[in-house]
């Protein structure tokens, strides 16, 4: 997904991003870079599912995710 559409998915749960950073006792700035797609956590993936109900893997497609050999 687009980092806008990760907002926005946020925003209609009425969460925001610093309330996240705040759950996992991380940066806001961290949760920022993660849904800018300029880091990958798969705490903070995890979490954002969690709060918006949207699987890690529609999030961000490709990232996190194992590759069998």
Do not use: C, W
């Amino acid at each position: 997904m687009k980092p806008v559409d990760i907002r926005i998915a946020l925003l209609r749960k009425g969460v925001t991003n610093v309330q996240v950073a705040n759950d996992l006792g991380l940066s806001p700035k961290t949760v920022s870079n993660v849904i800018r797609g300029h880091g990958y956590s798969s705490r903070v993936a995890r979490r954002l599912s969690e709060v918006t109900g949207i699987p890690v893997a529609r999030l961000f497609p490709g990232r996190g995710q194992r590759v069998a050999a």
